[in-house]
């Protein structure tokens, strides 16, 4: 472990760093364990607890160097203690790897927590090949689906990755780029979680745009998936649903719901679009 409250390992550190990603263009960096201290100590110093805030000082001062020394550069921030991320980590860095577990059921608890505090554009959201590190299989639509609720990347190993897999995957991938500027600039509204049925609603700032994601990871019997109720909309607006060509009213879908459109079977998910229509 590197002890950066140390003047001579901080200007080492930032040195390599800085010679690292000048020659070799680098233009992102996971910077993985920040502050992983679990027994401080700080032997022949008269305050071995200054560890605990100068090691911190000092990794976010080179963290502010580098930045301001390579403007491109992006950073990506992990293990930050109790938490992997917080708001003096955050504020130099681009997003955060959320955890290592990618098993897309518990991810659903797992970014639910995360969004509490944190956006969405902050937390990294990964496609892993099944069965993920939860060892159940579960389908490539699910497991994007999921993952489409943060910064949206892929971890598996697409060599070995089916055509049919590659096709959806592709498609998959242009669904999200089209709901990225609602999931990673938009407002949050968190509308089912807990439930048979969780999910997410993100919309524009101006309310013109918005993208559902709907995710059920068990099938209970006899209990067909329940309206997902969207209380963010305007109940005097209408809504157009680009895919299927319907028309909405608000109002249904605030006091009722909409239908999640969710396929048969466990580990069922759904992305639903709608657009405010024009009075």
């Known amino acids: 472990m590197l002890n950066f409250a140390r003047p001579e390992v901080e200007a080492w550190a930032l040195e390599t760093l800085d010679r690292l990603v000048r020659e070799h263009d680098v233009d992102w960096l996971k910077w993985d364990a920040n502050r992983p201290f679990t027994e401080a100590g700080w032997d022949g110093h008269p305050d071995p607890d200054r560890l605990w805030i100068d090691h911190t000082r000092a990794v976010h001062r080179i963290m502010d160097r580098l930045r301001a020394a390579h403007p491109g550069l992006g950073i990506?921030?992990?293990?930050?203690?109790?938490?992997?991320?917080?708001?003096?980590?955050?504020?130099?860095?681009?997003?955060?790897?959320?955890?290592?577990?990618?098993?897309?059921?518990?991810?659903?608890?797992?970014?639910?927590?995360?969004?509490?505090?944190?956006?969405?554009?902050?937390?990294?959201?990964?496609?892993?090949?099944s069965p993920?590190?939860?060892?159940?299989?579960?389908?490539?639509?699910?497991?994007?689906?999921?993952?489409?609720?943060?910064?949206?990347?892929?971890?598996?190993?697409?060599?070995?990755?089916?055509?049919?897999?590659?096709?959806?995957a592709a498609e998959l991938v242009a669904a999200y780029k089209r709901i990225r500027p609602l999931v990673q600039r938009g407002q949050q509204h968190r509308v089912a979680f807990g439930g048979p049925v969780s999910a997410v609603h993100y919309a524009a700032p101006d309310g013109g745009e918005h993208a559902v994601l709907v995710w059920r990871p068990v099938t209970r019997f006899g209990h067909p998936p329940a309206p997902v109720r969207l209380p963010a909309l305007d109940p005097a607006a209408r809504y157009r649903d680009p895919d299927l060509g319907v028309v909405h009213s608000g109002a249904v879908l605030v006091s009722r719901g909409i239908d999640p459109r969710l396929p048969a079977g466990d580990y069922a998910s759904s992305l639903i679009r709608l657009h405010r229509v024009a009075s």
């Open 76 to 129: 990506e921030a992990c293990a930050g203690g109790g938490g992997r991320v917080d708001l003096g980590i955050l504020a130099r860095t681009d997003q955060a790897w959320t955890s290592d577990n990618t098993d897309p059921v518990d991810r659903i608890g797992i970014q639910h927590g995360f969004s509490q505090l944190f956006p969405a554009r902050a937390m990294g959201a990964w496609v892993t090949d």
């Open 132 to 168: 993920t590190t939860g060892g159940r299989p579960t389908p490539l639509r699910f497991r994007f689906h999921v993952a489409m609720a943060g910064a949206l990347g892929i971890g598996g190993d697409l060599a070995s990755w089916s055509e049919e897999e590659l096709k959806e």
